[in-house]
């Protein structure tokens, strides 16, 4: 069974970067969409960035200009490049695949930020 593995999370103060990863780990064929999602505590899971297989991004508007999505060079990766981070980007990320089929999701990666 393929599995979706983030990394990257970690404690950095406001104002600093965190790059997150995930990888697949295995092969899933005909991705249409990745994307990262988070959950802060006591609130719903939200969008933060999708790319799609064209390399159409679009991002929440909480986000936008501090965050960037990208693909690996490796067809089943995707990253999430976090600038300027503030105590509101406090959450757990995860990455999802979307292909045929079900989706693909990742257990999380915690990132908080906080001095």
């Known amino acids: 069974q393929v599995r979706l593995v983030e990394s990257g999370g970690g404690l950095v103060p406001p104002g600093g970067s965190l790059r997150l990863s995930c990888a697949a780990s295995?092969?899933?064929?005909?991705?249409?969409?990745m994307g990262w999602y988070r959950q802060a505590p006591g609130k719903q899971r939200e969008l933060v960035a999708t790319?799609?297989?064209?390399?159409?991004?679009n991002y929440a508007d909480s986000v936008k200009g501090r965050f960037a999505i990208s693909r690996g060079n490796a067809r089943n990766t995707v990253y999430l490049q976090m600038n300027s981070l503030r105590p509101e980007d406090t959450a757990v990320y995860y990455c999802?695949?979307?292909?045929?089929?079900?989706?693909?999701w990742g257990k999380g990666t915690l990132v908080t930020v906080s001095s």
């Open positions: 999802k695949f979307a292909a045929p089929g079900p989706d693909y």
């Open positions: 295995g092969s899933i064929f005909n991705i249409n969409t």
């Open positions: 790319i799609t297989s064209g390399g159409t991004t």
